[in-house]
C-alpha cells in the first residue's frame, strides 16, 4: 500500500531500521513520474525501471538517484539508447538508435558521441568509422559508401586534407580535400558557387594527385560536376563527380 512521504512522494516497499526506503519498493513522484526497484538508505540503488510522465522510460541501473551503469533509455519519439551511463548522462559505450532508422555505436563522453565510433546512415547503407569530438565526426576515419571507401580526416562531420578513395574495381585515387574559399581559379571557375553550401558551410573541393588540376563545369542540367583521374590495372581512367545545387 502507498504510503504519502514527505514532497508529496507516495511510497511502497521495504524500509531499513530508519524509516527510509531500502530494498524493493515503487513510489509516484509528485510530477506523475513513476519507479519501481532498488533502494539503499532512501536513494534509487541498483536495478530499476523508471517511467516518465511524457513517454520515456529507462530500465538499467541507478546510484544515488542517478542513470549510472548499465541501461536502456527508450526516447518519446521511437529512438533507444543501450548502454553505460555516468551520472545520468550516456557515457562510455553504447548503441543509440535513431528514429530515421540510423544507428551510432561507439564511445560517448558526457552524453556525446566522443571517441570511436561507427555511424550507419540507414537510408543509403554508407558507414562512418573513425573518430568523433563532441558529437562531430573528427579525426582520422573511413566513409564506406556502396562500391568505394574514402579514407582520410574530417573536422566538423567534413573531409580534409589529404585521403584517398579506394573502389571495388581495385582503384585508389589519391588526393586532398580543400576548402572551396582556399581554391581561388575555381572560384572564378564557378559563378555563384557557394550556393552549394549547406548551412553557410564551406564547400569541401576534392583534388586528384595524378592531375594538376580538377576541370569544374556546369552539366545542361545544372548540375556541377567534375572529371578526376584514376588508375585501373596501369590505365589512366577518368571519373565523373556531380553535385545538385542547393535551391
Not at 509516484?28 to 510522465?53: H, M, Q, S, V
Not at 561507427?118 to 558507414?127: F, I, P, Q, R, V
Not at 571495388?168 to 559563378?191: A, R
Amino acid at each position: 500500500r502507498y504510503q504519502v512521504g514527505s514532497g508529496g512522494l507516495e511510497y511502497e516497499g521495504d524500509r531499513n531500521a530508519a524509516g527510509e526506503r531500502h530494498g524493493h519498493g515503487r513510489a509516484r513522484l509528485p510530477n506523475g513520474d513513476t519507479y519501481e526497484g532498488e533502494y539503499a538508505n532512501g536513494l534509487r540503488n541498483g536495478l530499476g525501471t523508471y517511467r516518465f510522465k511524457n513517454g520515456a522510460r529507462y530500465i538499467g541501473e541507478f546510484f544515488e538517484n542517478k542513470k549510472h551503469g548499465q541501461g536502456i533509455f527508450m526516447y518519446p519519439d521511437g529512438s533507444k539508447y543501450e548502454g553505460e551511463w555516468v551520472a545520468d548522462q550516456r557515457h562510455g559505450n553504447g548503441v543509440y538508435y535513431y528514429m530515421n532508422g540510423d544507428t551510432y555505436t561507439g564511445e560517448w563522453l558526457s552524453h556525446y558521441r566522443h571517441g570511436q565510433g561507427t555511424y550507419l546512415y540507414a537510408e543509403t547503407g554508407s558507414k562512418y568509422v573513425g573518430g568523433w569530438v563532441n558529437g562531430q565526426q573528427e579525426g582520422a576515419a573511413e566513409l564506406i559508401h556502396l562500391n568505394h571507401r574514402y579514407q582520410g580526416k574530417f573536422v566538423n562531420g567534413n573531409p580534409i586534407g589529404v585521403g584517398k578513395y579506394v573502389f571495388d574495381i581495385g582503384c585508389e585515387q589519391h588526393g586532398e580535400y580543400t576548402h572551396l574559399d582556399q581554391v581561388n581559379n575555381i572560384i572564378q571557375t564557378i559563378p555563384n558557387v557557394r550556393k552549394l553550401s549547406k548551412s553557410g558551410q564551406p564547400i569541401q573541393v576534392w583534388s586528384a594527385s595524378l592531375i594538376t588540376g580538377t576541370v569544374y563545369f556546369k552539366s545542361p542540367t545544372a548540375l556541377v560536376c567534375a572529371f578526376v583521374s584514376c588508375r585501373v590495372n596501369k590505365n589512366l581512367a577518368w571519373l565523373l563527380y556531380c553535385a545538385s545545387p542547393a535551391t
